[in-house]
């Protein structure tokens, strides 16, 4: 069996370990499909965090604590950054982190592409999944706030906690990028793909936008969507400041929408709720849509592992 | 006044720290114009091993023990990138020391000159001296050894200990490079040019070999050198073994011709020689030398600036 997921960060890390131990034992082949979106260099460095995240949580060294980056981290380098008057200050690159951003800065220096990287990245433990970038071009994401100014998506998550009203997210140039290397087979040539509980605007949003996923999506065999809202209300980060800019409800309804049917030009065949939101189902089921309830609080591995094996095997 | 000096990494430092001291107090202007021929990239971020072993004396926070890098330093990313296998395994990256890294490949990114960035870095610290590098280009220095094959300054001298029997120390595109701004400036309006005791072939020689730079040389008030072999040895490093290479035997004399008089079309005027080579003095002496005994031993503070006292005011 092959399952192919587009992800982006945590919330697509955590399905992916579940889907992992739902298939320990057999030989399905995983291939998850990253976000680059939110990449950025800083202080000289490439930062893929949701590359990272992902890698870092299948590879059990992620600090689950805090939710984010290595488990154990320290942060001696980034205090001589803020001397120096380099990067962010309000944006710490852990000691161990870093060296992830400064192996895969030298990797790019020697000419080695995101997905080449990716590959060497997912080498150093057993994770027993494919890591792919969604595409080898560099592609950025802003977002334009009231007032017409434009930051790096970054800065207003993670500076702002994403409370500055945003107008548009935007990915300048990823018109002119293209899927990575074995992004297209793999969804094509997938069993199932899962696009995982993850922001549906800054995370699935931009692989959605890469010209050649979409059409790949439309060939493949089945497209399964997990709803990243629960009872009217994000699960984990701040998904909802960005629906909303996008003029999308925080409901799994609109999200569902959004995304739209494969019957009808979008991405979905399948769309998997919680129990919380069983009401709305009839809803989506009278305009055609394939509707399913499904247990989706990821709260530890055997929920995860739960959820993926509703997903798969609808 | 105006002092100038060329200078290469640890005996440059010692020297230039003695030459602030014995000008404290004065409203002396001391300009260090720094080799910049054994920088690199490493693990996807630039070296600049000479200025920042200067920097870091200036601004005593240097290992003094170790010799070399930060005092306090920690290698927590470096542990990491081995793991990565990136980088040397041999060449370890102090954590204190990748935050200047880091900081400056970040400034580069952003499309400062080195010049600029040297004038940020030695704008931290109170250091009273004003760093240039030789040039803004960035140049190498390649090893060629006996077998012919070539390899990187840093893995003859750092990984071989310079054991290796070289048979050339190379530039690739120094023909192409130009003095960093205000580099001539600072080499004809100084009252005296000093070439400090570092590396005759790794360290002054790139400087040397920058175009223009003998050019201003020539145009110079004074240009006094100081002899980095005592008693027929190097006071540090492995400079013999360059010294070797290039033909040019290990001795105070040899140096001295090697660089040359300005008279004869070479850069000094005057040769600065420990009280154990006085008696070579007068060979040069009958070959039209200005050759003066001075008190080369650069052990503390004092003995430096002892040293710095007598180069300039010869």
């Known amino acids: 069996m092959r399952v192919t997921v587009l992800a982006g960060g945590v919330g697509g890390a955590r399905f992916v370990r579940g889907l992992r131990a739902a298939l320990e034992g057999s030989d399905a082949e995983i291939t998850v499909v990253i976000n680059t979106g939110d990449d950025l260099w800083l202080s000289g460095v490439r930062l893929q965090p949701d590359i990272d995240s992902i890698l870092y949580a299948l590879a059990g060294v992620n600090d689950t604590e805090r939710g984010w980056g290595r488990a154990g981290e320290t942060e001696r380098v980034s205090a001589e950054l803020r001397e120096w008057g380099s990067g962010w200050p309000w944006f710490t690159l852990g000691d161990l982190d870093l060296g992830t951003h400064l192996a895969r800065t030298g990797w790019l220096r020697e000419g080695l592409t995101y997905s080449q990287i990716a590959g060497r990245l997912g080498s150093r433990w057993p ?39 945003a107008r548009a997210f935007e990915n ?53 969507g997990i709803s990243p809202i629960v009872g009217g209300k994000v699960v984990r980060g701040m998904a909802d400041a960005c629906l909303t800019a996008i003029g999308v409800e925080t409901s799994a309804v609109a999200v569902a929408r959004h995304y739209g049917r494969r019957a009808d030009g979008g991405v979905l065949d399948t769309w998997l709720v919680a129990q919380e939101d069983a009401d709305l189902a009839p809803a989506l089921a009278a305009d055609g849509w394939d509707v399913r309830v499904g247990p989706l609080w990821m709260s530890d591995l055997e929920h995860s592992a739960a959820l993926a094996r509703a997903a798969i095997t609808l």
């Not at 334009?144 to 500055?164: I, K, Y």
């Not at 002119?176 to 509980?197: F, H, K, Q, S």
Request: charged share 20%; no cysteine; aromatic share 4%.
């Open 127 to 165: 994770i027993g999944v494919r890591l792919l970038p969604m595409t080898d071009t560099e592609v950025d994401t802003q977002v334009v706030v009231e007032d017409g100014a434009r930051m790096h998506f970054q800065e207003w998550w993670t500076r702002h906690r994403a409370t500055l009203p």
């Open 172 to 224: 300048p140039g990823i018109e002119a990028a293209v899927p990575a290397p074995g992004v297209v087979e793999a969804i094509t040539a997938a069993d199932v793909v899962v696009l995982a509980p993850s922001n549906p605007v800054v995370s699935i949003g931009p692989i959605l936008t890469v010209p050649g996923i979409r059409e790949a999506l439309a060939e493949a065999t089945r497209v399964v």
